[in-house]
């Protein structure tokens, strides 16, 4: 079982750089596949990007290819999201979510219902 806690929101104006973290208290992050969403008010949970037990595979909305990147660091039981060039668009409540690696479908790796362990969400404000 993994306990997620998210960090690192705020409010930046556009063009800025941002990373989250999301850390895990428990004792088999290593064990998950770990998964960034994002929701903005009125609006659904959406996909961010995503990536396998060790960071090796990742998977990314077409929104933010090329300027979100997923890492993790399994020592310290942490998973990061650097953000760049971010668009007022970008606002919203960051999530990062677990699934076991062993329950993990690729091809619903997008799939929030997949996805069962969650933190409580931290806040990106991108003004213009």
């Known amino acids: 079982q993994v306990y997620l806690a998210e960090s690192g929101g705020g409010l930046v104006q556009a063009g800025a750089s941002l990373t989250l973290s999301c850390e895990d208290s428990g004792r088999a992050f290593s064990s998950y596949n770990i998964a960034w969403f994002r929701q903005a008010p009125g609006k659904e949970r959406d996909f961010v990007t995503a990536c396998n037990w060790n960071g090796g595979t990742t998977y990314d909305a077409d929104s933010v290819k090329g300027r979100f990147t997923i890492s993790r660091d399994n020592a310290k039981n942490t998973v990061y999201l650097k953000m760049n060039s971010l668009k007022p668009e970008d606002t919203a409540v960051y999530y990062c979510?677990?699934?076991?690696?062993?329950?993990?479908?690729?091809?619903?790796?997008?799939?929030?219902?997949?996805?069962?362990?969650w933190g409580q969400g931290t806040q990106v404000t991108v003004s213009s």
């Open positions: 979510a677990a699934v076991h690696m062993n329950l993990f479908r690729t091809r619903s790796y997008s799939d929030h219902e997949q996805y069962n362990y």
